[in-house]
């Protein structure tokens, strides 16, 4: 089913612009989108300025297909990792906390490319903020989804309190304010989905 917050299509990039949108991801990740000129951008990728405006018109086009070829890997990430758990089971809500602290290892250790965006950027409307807060909703309602799944009651009420402690999770996990977040995470929606002293 398609929602306003489904992911949108990844189109099929030119080796110029692939280039080009690799040498800007990794770039917008570890500096920031900000930080990060085009003419970095370019010479990163090894094309022209005329080459990334030809391809993607502007550096917050850019900056937009960044944050969706990584919500894209993210989403298929997760749905593999759900797929090993059983259908309609606490145990698979559980699982998010568990799978994203493997994503985190492996490909986040400044922490979510969407919150450090949105952060960047003030308004709301900027096309930048509006990416970010999609994914954002998409995760929640996958957490509304995965209760629902599982018979819990008031699942659209507990989805955002399990949203809270996954966004809590991924800014602690930028920070490195304390080890294992994410297993911290689950504990605590753990004791909430299933009444379980932490």
């Known amino acids: ?35 990060v000129g085009v003419d970095a951008i370019a010479a990163a990728a090894g094309v022209t300025k005329k080459t990334l405006y030809d391809r993607f018109g502007s550096k ?9 070829g990584r919500d894209a890997r993210w989403r298929e990430f997760l749905e593999q990792g759900l797929a090993l758990q059983a259908p309609g089971s606490v145990d698979r809500v559980l699982a998010v906390f ?20 949105r952060a960047e950027t003030d308004d709301a409307a900027h096309p930048v903020a509006v990416e970010a807060i999609r ?25 955002d309190i399990l949203m809270l402690l996954y966004e809590g999770a991924l800014v602690t996990v930028g920070m490195g304010t304390f080890a294992d977040p994410f297993a911290a995470g689950r504990t605590a929606a753990n004791t909430i989905l299933r009444g379980d002293a932490p």
């Open 135 to 159: 994914q954002k909703k998409w995760m929640r309602d996958v957490f509304e989804r995965l209760c629902r799944d599982a018979g819990i009651a008031g699942a659209d009420r507990v989805a």
């Open 60 to 68: 917050e086009a850019l900056a937009v297909a960044y944050l969706r």
């Open 1 to 35: 089913m398609t929602t306003e917050n489904s992911p949108e299509a990844i189109p099929h990039y030119t080796p110029g612009a692939e280039r080009l949108l690799a040498a800007a991801s990794d770039l917008f990740y570890r500096e920031g989108i900000h930080a």
């Open 98 to 117: 568990d799978i994203s602290a493997r994503w985190a290892v492996a490909n986040s250790s400044k922490g979510c490319s969407a919150i450090n965006a």
